[in-house]
């Protein structure tokens, strides 16, 4: 098996290197000068220190997409734009032999939007991947309006064969990882503005239930990557809640802070917070905050979990694993419990009469 990646940045890289563990024939395909030398360099010391690699094809770095015409696989990596994503899959299908299989590794855009201008859609279809590479397995395999059976049958074997867990996403519910991370965030934002809790605060009680802080993941991820996602995953349920975070980031970025670097949210924060309204204990505004987080966290779980297009069993262990839980999201509903948990919600719902915080389905966590 021949795979090509397009795009050397942080995800382009980690995934040339992985695929160097098996029995293929990997290309990287980079506009970057410095980047190919550097990767090169790179790849010398892998080879020379791992002599096993050596009888397998030696990996190729190229800047030339015409490398890439005996591909059985092509992954693209670059950034989040949607133009130079449509413009790259246009170039490749006068390239590519036609038994290729076309994958977008997009966060946030619309495998739709992504494959607009390519004629044979029906090999086309989003493949994304997290971080770390290392420690998590998941992979989502985004299927299109267009995207043929056996082409997600294809792409399903490519990544068991590669050592990954596919999570199959059809229909609206695309990108489903991608859009629980974010509602995430925004939610916790939506939460810091009460005032009661600072940013640093609420990512400790975050890291309760998640193997990160939430805002710890938004700035290690950057602002660009966030702001993208903020705009393009929003459907009409959840549009009001990313609007506070938008904006913040949005001014930010205005200001020059790409987060990472000890400039994002948590290294940026004014530490000259009001006095909590909050005329309770910590420990109790803590729990009460860490309640709600979970709520919310599990409603949403749950309502994905309604769409008879997805398998709840495949849904459930890729959110446990990408999520980083504490527990399973069985375990963590029980130690809730249904009461406390629509008590929490209904108690948002009357606060904010946002349909976002009405109760899912909640029998999915009961199930089996």
């Known amino acids: 098996m021949t795979i090509g990646i397009v795009g050397s940045g942080r995800m382009g890289q980690d995934l040339f290197y992985s695929f160097m563990e098996y029995d293929c024939q990997v290309i990287l395909v980079s506009r970057n000068p410095e980047q190919i030398e550097k990767i090169t360099k790179k790849t010398r010391k892998i080879l020379k220190r791992d002599p096993g690699l050596m009888g397998k094809e030696t990996p190729i770095i190229t800047d030339k997409l015409a490398d890439l015409a005996g591909c059985d696989v092509i992954i693209e990596t670059v950034i989040e734009d949607l133009a130079v994503k449509q413009d790259i899959f246009q170039s490749l299908e006068g390239i590519a032999k036609n038994t290729c299989i076309f994958a977008t590794n997009s966060s946030s855009l619309d495998v739709t939007d992504v494959f607009y201008g390519v004629k044979e859609k029906e090999r086309c279809l989003g493949l994304h991947y997290f971080y770390p590479l290392k420690l998590i397995s998941t992979a989502e395999v985004n299927a299109g309006p267009d995207t043929s059976e056996d082409t997600v049958t294809e792409m399903v074997k490519f990544l068991l064969v590669t050592g990954r867990k596919p999570l199959v996403l059809r229909g609206e519910n695309r990108l489903v990882l991608s859009k629980l991370l974010i509602s995430l965030a925004a939610y916790a934002y939506k939460l810091s503005l009460d005032g009661e809790l600072s940013l640093n605060e609420l990512d400790q009680i975050t890291k309760q239930v998640l193997l990160f802080g939430i805002f710890e993941m938004v700035d290690s991820t950057g602002f660009p990557v966030i702001s993208q996602c903020l705009t393009n995953l929003p459907d009409k349920l959840h549009s009001t809640l990313y609007k506070p975070l938008l904006l913040e980031i949005s001014d930010l970025m205005k200001q020059g802070k790409e987060g990472r670097r000890g400039e994002g949210l948590l290294s940026l924060e004014d530490s000259r917070k009001r006095d909590p309204a909050f005329t309770g204990s910590r420990e109790e505004c803590y729990e009460k905050y860490g309640i709600r987080f979970l709520a919310f966290l599990l409603n949403e779980i749950a309502r994905y979990m309604e769409d ?61």
């Open 308 to 368: 008879p297009l997805l398998d709840n069993k495949q849904v459930q262990e890729s959110v446990e694993e990408v999520l980083g839980l504490s527990a399973s999201l069985k375990a963590l509903y029980k130690e809730l419990k249904e009461e406390k948990l629509l008590e929490t919600l209904n108690a948002e719902y009357k606060k904010s009469l946002d349909p976002l915080f009405l109760p899912a389905d909640l029998k999915v966590y009961g199930e089996h």
